[in-house]
């Protein structure tokens, strides 16, 4: 069909169908990653932000043009996760900020105009862009639509053009990036923007095509646990809620719901925001919240309930080896910490060493934004650090300064290792900045290393490497790969104490690999380096046989 200008209800089914085409094609998307460790998730990544975005659009009972681009916008920051998926939530945010309130419909060189203002915002947010990556697809895409749109009025025809134009653009970026050359991939997040154009242009060319956001849902961890005793729930009624409305002041509406409960979250901007709040009385949450505007997606949850149920299926008599970590000592503190990690055995050992909040995450399952958000919030400290601990994850916990109104400080911990080296420097007796000085300085004395394995064949420096094969990375490069997980760990360890004469190297270990086995390997380390302390502990994480730190 051929359209002059496109109009809220329209766009809207255009953004549905996007979410729905990413969906269908993201483990294709996850396939190209350029190191074949299992991370692969760009794909997964700008699928479950979209489909944050679509659960948006499909709470919004309006079909006004703006109401749509300003869900689609909100929706995608909280639900943003990893590089590539902050990447696309700024593009929306952009898009969302260059449609006015008194648009009815957009013709196509507003639509380009949109959307060029979508990618410098993309641009921005991100401190040393790459060229030949998910960027410079856009950019291209966007300058296309630009130069047709100021000729051609279909805007049909303009993204079939550009959605055509860009796939050539996105065959040349392994002559732009020497490892997607190597690797002989395309770029994914390119990959995947391509994708979502497709869907636009599915909608448009089909306005009655399927939409449907149905998807797998993620499992969510909550920000806040729950213990044997039921009757520790003070507030039974865990409820959440979107307000729509004119200039809603965030701080009044949080001060008016603080003597209705604890936990409580109020987030947003000044015509959306969301509510979480632990209430014994959720009739009177949302009478406060009716003030500002009109209420949506109301979810109210019986927390003593989860409760009996969570106890069913808890595990019995599940120890960890963290009793010989130094313990964080009882007083006041004014800063929080919040973690990112994967296992139980990591978690117990980062709130042990004085994080007070861990959040499940790492490769392959990259919290969102709100997720991170979540966290923060419930913690009663003005002052908030995160540690990412991935460098995929960095991006995102920057998203949350945009939202919160605490002091966020991201320290950008690209690893386990890192972090818990960043913890053992923390003082709560010092100042933020000379905290985040001690902690930064800690970091550069870690050397990470990991041991995994390979989701596919690659060539990675001139490497061989088969699908199956044991993989060791330094600091993440490619140091070893051979058949044996604990033959590419001691190859792996011999490389990161090069140079050193003496310090510490650490050990946690994953699903899969035996206690019994890795105090033999310990043993072996300690007669072999004599000169070093040998630890191990067990982290727990999945996917990586062992996680080793040498300091």
Request: glycine letters at 8%; hydrophobic letters at 40%; one cysteine or more.
């Amino acid at each position: 069909m051929s359209y002059k200008r496109v109009d809220g209800s329209l766009l809207k089914k255009a953004f549905l169908r996007a979410a729905y085409v990413l969906r269908q094609n993201k483990k294709v998307v996850d396939a190209l990653n350029v190191f074949p460790v299992p991370d692969g998730d760009t794909g997964t990544n700008m699928s479950l932000t979209m489909d944050q975005a679509s659960e948006e659009l499909q709470k919004l009972q309006s079909d006004e043009l703006k109401k749509v681009v300003d869900a689609v916008a909100w929706g995608s920051l909280m639900g943003a996760r990893g590089n590539s998926g902050v990447i696309l939530s700024q593009l929306f945010r952009g898009f969302s900020q260059s449609i006015s309130a008194s648009k009815q419909s957009i013709s196509s060189l507003e639509f380009a105009q949109a959307f060029k203002n979508g990618v410098d915002s993309a641009y921005r947010a991100v401190m040393r862009p790459v060229e030949g990556t998910i960027l410079t697809v856009a950019r291209e895409m966007a300058d296309k639509m630009l130069v047709d749109s100021r000729k051609i009025d279909d805007i049909e025809k303009v993204l079939s053009d550009a959605l055509s134009y860009s796939e050539k653009i996105l065959a040349k970026t392994p002559e732009m990036l020497k490892v997607l050359k190597e690797a002989k991939v395309v770029d994914a997040g390119g990959k995947g923007l391509i994708y979502l154009m497709q869907g636009f242009l599915e909608a448009f060319e089909n306005p009655d095509i399927i939409t449907s956001v149905a998807g797998q849902k993620e499992e969510r961890s909550d920000a806040f646990e729950f213990n044997d005793e039921e009757n520790t729930i003070k507030f039974t009624y865990c409820t959440e809620l979107f307000v729509r409305g004119r200039d809603i002041d965030l701080d009044l509406l949080k001060k008016q719901l603080s003597e209705l409960g604890d936990s409580i979250i109020v987030t947003g901007m000044d015509d959306i925001v969301k509510i979480h709040i632990h209430s014994n009385h959720p009739g009177q949450v949302m009478e406060t919240a009716l003030k500002w505007g009109e209420l949506s997606n109301i979810k109210v949850d019986n927390m003593k309930i989860q409760h009996r149920e969570l106890i069913k299926e808890q595990t019995k008599d599940v120890s960890y080896n963290v009793e010989n970590l130094p313990r964080a000592e009882n007083i006041e503190k004014k800063t929080g910490i919040v973690a990112v990690s994967q296992g139980q055995g990591l978690k117990d050992i980062f709130i042990s060493l004085g994080a007070d909040d861990v959040i499940e995450g790492g490769q392959t399952m990259n919290p969102s934004t709100e997720n991170i958000l979540s966290a923060i919030e419930k913690e009663p400290f003005e002052n908030v650090i995160i540690l990412p601990n991935n460098k995929n994850i960095i991006m995102t916990a920057e998203q949350v300064k945009l939202i919160s109104k605490k002091n966020i400080y991201v320290l950008p911990t690209r690893s386990v290792p890192q972090g818990i080296a960043a913890l053992l420097a923390f003082n709560p007796m010092l100042s933020i900045e000379d905290n985040l000085a001690g902690m930064s300085q800690n970091i550069k004395n870690v050397v990470t290393g990991e041991v995994t394995y390979a989701v596919r064949d690659s060539q990675w420096n001139g490497t061989s490497i088969k699908e199956g094969d044991v993989i060791g990375l330094k600091d993440g490069q490619l140091a070893v790969v051979e058949k044996d997980k604990e033959k590419v760990l001691m190859v792996l360890i011999d490389e990161m104490v090069r140079g050193r004469e003496s310090g510490i190297i650490t050990i946690y270990y994953g699903q899969g690999v035996d206690a019994s086995s890795m105090q033999d390997i310990s043993a072996e380390l300690s007669a072999k380096y004599a000169n070093f302390d040998v630890e191990s502990y067990e982290g727990g994480q999945s996917l990586y046989f062992y996680i080793v730190s040498v300091e």
